[in-house]
């Protein structure tokens, strides 16, 4: 078990502010390294004394510590410093997208009214990730029915170029995760959505497990956006509610530029649950904080 | 002759590469069908030879195969069966024709007995008290002769239908594969008689000359009758006029004139024949005595690189029909090779030993040859199929067509790229996007993988349209909107606009409230109107097509006439792209939502 902790956080560079900077509070359970390399056993020491404070953190509890190492990001994984999931700020450190990192599933659930803003939340964060690289949008037809189609020119409207995308059509919930699962497989796929409606069965925990390990192997970001679906527990390393905000208006009470509630409800990298207004800002391809009140 | 008509079209070489595979050795090179140019200028192509196949008694065949398929699944009763079929009551076909229920087809006992087509039901059973009476279905007749036509393109690519109950086979520049025509011949007999059928063929220089022959003479039915080279005048002369299949009425003509055969009318002067019996006789007479020859139209033309695995023992095991496969697809990679060549769609043809067909086709983006890949693609494609390939008692002939090809410059294979499995390489990540939306084409079908193409036009539904991404061409580029500026078209586009309950009009024009899919919205903002004027260029034949006072036609496609456009956002933050068709001025506004916003 320590071993897997190590190898899946050893990758991480120490963000500034975070717990990992600070002298372990906590002490070293005796015995439980079995490394002889005294460098890696105090980074193992920190590590856990890390992760014992997320753990305290977190209401779920400790129960779940083991579940939670099971699917680290790939590399960039984001550790949520505990004073910045509370809330501050969360585009402070520009440029890295603290929230949703690649090589990781993550979870965007909303009701039915607010598919338009998951959508374009998670348009927002493919922007963001695939930095250019193709994105690969897979469409459950029964969303395509409801919300319409995606179209090229919102799209381009919102920073996303639209030759990058590919859109994948599937009846069914289940070729739906299989045209995912495949299009992760591809690292040179910067980023896939999947967008399915309802309660589906078939979006169970095995398959949030498997492309959870795909995504974590090829270093994609899978952002599964679920549209009239309960949140539900799943191996997703972030889990979220995405509901539409009031914009900020222009002059003449013109609706301003796309502003999304969005709700933490699970972090695997321990960031606490909150709740925050966010603007999609085109110009700098970035998430900005308050919208409006 | 008809020389004229051979240089247009180039004969046999299509069929004659088709059965490239089994020759192979001499002729590689010939596959491609500019082979033609190799003819010496002005030699006499050989002539075209066509094997007629007449279903005499089709529809109580089919009938027959179904109580045998249905014996032998009861395990084994096929001998009784036979039994039951010495004695069997003579089986008729009805159909109401002429108010009267009349016989359409008969049994071979049936005929015995005297029962013939287009006698009345009434008088059939006055000659045969126990006659088995089945309605007649034309359909499944044709479907039948579908499924028989689609067994019997493993002998040539040429054949098509020829109604009713026959089908005709160029086998120009095939028959040498089966050691001549007639061994051929017999083989086509041999495999219609192992499907139970009793079938009347003929071999002759013109499809007409077969057909008739096939149909009008008693020798085509104990053997097949073959018409040597130049001896179709001959042979056609002894047919019955009955062979013209004329009319009735011109029918009696010949007949009470005395002309019973054709050998009576061959060389009578063609134009007293044509103002007596039409312009289209003398041609008909001609085409049927071997004289002037004209093409059957195949079912679909004979793709470029055809390749045959024909197997002496049907093979069923799933590994065996892989291996087949890929030896197929190598022989395939090192024809395209040698021509230049790369594929771009790929059909697997897998013939069941019962005569069924099945065909997968996969598609890729670029032009290919790499077996490894084009195999994983067809893989994919067989194990998403809705009815998976089954395999029956075996296939005895499985066959690739690379049915389009486009020029592909020779490569160095890469070593990695020859060791490594192609899944290897896939997951490597190396490979184009272009791949993947191949391998997903293939899981999911051509139509499922898309791209947005822009089409440089000002309404919105046809600003960007949805193309399967291997068809998709870099159009227009996407417009530019200022940093600064929210977005001004929807994420989301209905293709049918919604309509919504719109109320209290804001002085501005557009509704303060609205109901849309049972729930009310309160507009908190909005901006507008932006205004969006059908293209006159596309609508004006429409528009013209439409009586002038026809009001309705605007309501029935709010997409046609001129629309205001709002940007709305409701008090919950959800923004909508709200329109008015018509004129501002019109009294009762309708409101449609058209897309959403994020």
Known sequence: MENNIASCLTGTEPLDGGPSARPSPLPLRAGSDRRPHAARAGALARLKADLALRVAATPCGGADVDARQNHPPAKTGALFPPDQAAGASISRRDGHPAWLAPGALHDLFAGVADGPAAHGFATGHAIRIAAGRPVVWAFHDMAGRELGRPHGEGLADLGLDPDALLLVRARTVPELLGAAEEAARYNAVGVVIISAWGA????????????????????????????????????????????????????????GHPAFSVTLLRHRGGAAPATWILEWDRAQRTFREGASG | MRNERFAKA??????AAYWAKDTANQNVGALFQGADAALPHGARPPRRRYLALWFPFLPADRLRRQAGSAATNDGGKIANGDKNRQGAPPLVFVAPVRGAMRLVAVSPEALAAGLRPQMTLADARALAPALWVVPARPDLDDAFLTRLRDDFERFTPLLAIDPPHGLVLDITGCAHLAGGEAPMAA???????????????????????????????????????????????????????????????????????????????????SVSLASRFGAAFPARLARITGAEDIRITPERPAPPCVIDRILPEPVAREEHVEALLAGLLRDAAQRLEQAGQGGLRFTALFYRTDGVKRAVTVSVSQPTRDPALVGLLLRERLGALDDPLDPGFGFDQIRLCVGETAPLAAMQ??????????????????????????????????????????????????????????????????????????????????????????????????????????????????????????????????????????????????????????????????????????????????????????
């Open chain 1, 200 to 255: 589906a069965k078939a979006f169970d925990l095995t398959a949030s497990r498997r492309l959870a390990l795909v995504a974590a192997r090829s270093g994609v970001a899978i952002l599964a956006v679920r549209i009239a679906a309960d949140p539900a527990p799943g191996a997703a390393w972030s889990r979220w509610t995405v509901r539409a905000a009031a914009s900020r208006l222009l002059e003449g009470d013109a609706p």
């Open chain 2, 10 to 15: 180039p004969p046999g070489e299509a069929a």
């Open chain 2, 187 to 269: 083989r086509v007999r041999q495999r219609a008689h192992a499907a139970g059928l009793h079938v009347h063929c003929a071999l002759a220089a013109t499809p007409q000359a077969a057909r008739a022959l096939a149909r009008f003479t008693l020798a085509a039915r104990e053997a097949p009758l073959i018409v040597p080279e130049g001896g179709d005048r001959a042979a056609t002369a002894r047919l019955p006029v009955a062979a013209l299949e004329l009319s009735e009425g011109r029918h009696r003509t010949l007949q009470r004139a005395g002309l019973k055969r054709l050998a009576d009318i061959i060389d009578r002067d």
């Open chain 2, 413 to 598: 294979s890469g070593l990695p790229a020859n060791i490594l499995p192609a899944t290897h390489i896939l997951e490597a990540g190396q490979e184009d996007i272009s791949r993947l939306a191949d391998r997903l084409a293939a899981r999911l079908g051509p139509e499922a993988v898309l791209k947005l193409c822009p089409r440089g036009s000002h309404l919105p539904e046809r600003a960007a349209v949805l193309r399967p991404a291997r068809l998709a061409s870099a159009g227009v580029g996407w417009r530019d909107l200022a940093p600064e500026d929210p977005p001004a078209r929807p994420l989301h586009l209905f293709r049918t606009p919604q309509p919504v309950e719109a109320m209290d009009a804001a002085p501005d024009g557009y509704p303060l409230r609205f109901r849309w899919r049972r729930m009310m919205h309160d507009v908190a903002a909005a901006e507008g109107p932006e205004r969006l004027s059908p293209e006159w260029w596309r609508t004006l034949p429409a528009a013209a097509a439409t009586p002038p006072d026809d009001a309705p036609a605007d309501d029935a496609h709010p997409l046609r006439a001129t629309r205001d456009y709002y940007r709305v956002e409701d008090r919950e933050g959800r923004r909508f792209w709200l329109f008015r068709p018509g004129d501002a001025g019109a009294t009762a506004a309708r409101w449609f939502i058209h897309g959403l916003f994020p």
